[in-house]
């Protein structure tokens, strides 16, 4: 693992904290380590601060993404207006946290990002929820106009290719798969992320919001609806 924090107090305290989790940590200090670190020797996961000196997180990420590196990527950030957190997404990221973070979050997005990128991918959640899970073997899948091909990890609505980063890419897919059925927060959170992040996160709704504008189009139907109270559904009205 690769951890770029310009705090060094949180550094020390992030890269303690992983280490005595099991995690082999190659910590660094800014960005510009950070970059030369994952050439000399590419990590399994990174974590990175958005804001850091010189090379901030976001440029980081941005140049990994363009070099066709599809690491996992995590990324801290103290910043918590939604557009930044979707600046964030829009450089290539996976996932976020919001400084200040308990610890525990940051090993439960980081397990449920080494699983989805695992080759023996590591079982979901049980639950009564009557969901097909993502990962199945057929080439391609279809629904409301979107066409996924899972192995190869590309979408298309209509004749138009999305560009998706690895969490949208399984939240679409997931929606995909369960076309017309409700999906509720908890059951989607459980099966995307491996964790249940309570009422009062936002996570979710910032990938829909973010989906949504990427899969929207003039003259065409929205194609993820929420209903209130309970989650989304996909479906071409």
């Known amino acids: 693992m690769l951890l770029a924090e310009d705090d060094r107090a949180i550094r020390h305290a992030l890269e303690r904290a992983l280490t005595l989790e099991g995690y082999a940590v190659t910590a660094v200090a800014d960005g510009v380590e950070a970059l030369a670190q994952a050439h000399r020797t590419p990590p399994d996961v990174l974590v990175l601060d958005v804001m850091m000196p010189g090379i901030d997180g976001l440029q980081v990420c941005r140049v990994l993404r363009a070099e066709g590196d599809r690491t996992p990527i995590l990324m801290l950030t103290a910043l918590v207006e939604t557009a930044d957190r979707i600046a964030g997404l829009d450089a290539g990221a996976d996932d976020y946290v919001v400084k200040p973070f308990d610890v525990e979050e940051v090993f439960a997005r980081l397990r449920a990002l080494l699983r989805r ?26 629904a409301a106009g979107i066409r996924m091909d899972p192995q190869a990890r590309r979408v298309w ?9 690895r969490t949208e890419f399984e939240l679409l897919e997931l929606l995909v798969r369960n076309a017309g059925i409700v999906l509720d927060h908890s059951t989607i959170y459980d099966r995307i992320w ?31 609806h929420t209903v209130r109270g309970v989650g989304y559904v996909l479906r071409e009205d």
């Open 117 to 142: 990128t695992s080759p023996n991918g590591g079982g979901a959640p049980a639950g009564d929820a009557p969901v097909r899970e993502p990962q199945l073997p057929e080439r391609q899948v279809e």
């Open 157 to 165: 609505r209509g004749d138009r290719e999305l560009e998706l980063t």
């Open 194 to 224: 491996g964790y249940d992040f309570g009422p009062g996160s936002k996570n979710l709704a910032v990938y829909v919001g973010y989906l949504r504008r990427k899969l929207d189009q003039p003259d065409a139907p929205q194609l993820i």
